[in-house]
């Protein structure tokens, strides 16, 4: 195993040694953050012990998280930590939550990996190396045709807050099956060929940067809604990349 994805590993296991045990905790404690989205005692615990960790055996590279931000990248590299993804699901005991890492060289995204341990599921990819689930190689669909095509989705306020409600509308209603499965994982299910297309808005570096590489190494496409491959400019678009084109098309309409 890669040197850096051999860490990582040992990342997401201790990262899942700190979450799982307060999953479903009748005492974890949940707070709203000045953004008002909800933090937990878990989302801290795993950010800290990562930090320290990379810091005791990785001093030359930088972290970026999302509970306490961090540097620019370094020569050396940088780690962009999500320590749980989905703390909504996680405080009200629903299972859909993960850990999510990317190492960062250059500007570029080199390795990614997505651990969720109340699924017991696993993902993780290398830039140029494919990607992959709970040890198994994970490919894209062939799906050609937004009529046979599931979607997934993350919900539907933001699109209204944007005004953009009436595209993604329009988008489902060409599409064979949609599903509001979220977060990560509906990113993951594209990855896997078990979903074909996966839109999200108002979303961060640290909840794309990992899911990217995976989709991406998974033979599949990922972008912004104006087509640009950038998980830092705050929507995302991820699909088998045979339907991508036509899904921007109807993003974008005038």
């Keep these: 195993m890669d040197r850096d994805l051999a860490f990582a590993m040992e990342l ?25 989205t909800p ?26 998280g999302e509970e306490f931000g961090g540097q620019e990248a370094t020569g050396s590299g940088r780690w962009i930590i999500d320590p749980i993804d989905g703390t909504k699901n996680y405080f009200r005991g629903i299972p859909v939550w993960a850990t999510l890492l990317a190492l960062e060289r250059e500007g570029r ?8 341990p109340a699924l017991a599921r696993r993902w993780w990819a290398t830039r140029g190396g494919g990607a992959f689930a709970d040890g198994r190689p994970i490919r894209v ?7 046979r095509a ?9 699109w ?11 988008l489902a209603a060409r599409c064979y099956r949609v599903r509001g499965f979220g ?40 972008s912004d809604f104006q087509g640009r491959p950038n998980p830092s400019s705050g ?18 309409r005038d």
């Design 12 to 36: 997401a296991d201790l990262a899942d040694s700190i979450s799982l045990p307060r999953f479903q905790a009748p005492a974890l404690r949940v707070e709203t953050k000045p953004d008002q």
């Design 39 to 64: 933090v937990t005692e878990a989302d801290r615990a795993v950010e800290e012990a990562l930090r320290a960790r990379i810091e005791a055996e990785r001093p030359g590279e930088a972290v970026l």
């Design 235 to 252: 929507s995302a678009v991820s699909s088998n990349g045979i339907l991508h084109d036509e899904v921007l098309a109807i993003l974008r």
């Design 141 to 147: 669909s062939s799906v050609d045709r937004l009529e």
């Design 160 to 170: 209204r807050k944007y005004g953009l409600l009436d595209r993604f509308l329009d």
């Design 183 to 222: 977060d990560f994982w509906m990113h993951m299910l594209v990855a896997e060929g078990a979903a074909d297309v996966a839109v999200e808005m108002e979303v961060s570096l640290w909840d794309l940067a990992p899911v990217q590489l995976i989709v991406e190494e998974a033979g599949g496409r990922f």
């Design 109 to 116: 995204t080199v390795l990614a990996l997505v651990s969720a």
């Design 150 to 158: 599931q979607l997934c989705f993350g919900g539907l306020r933001t």
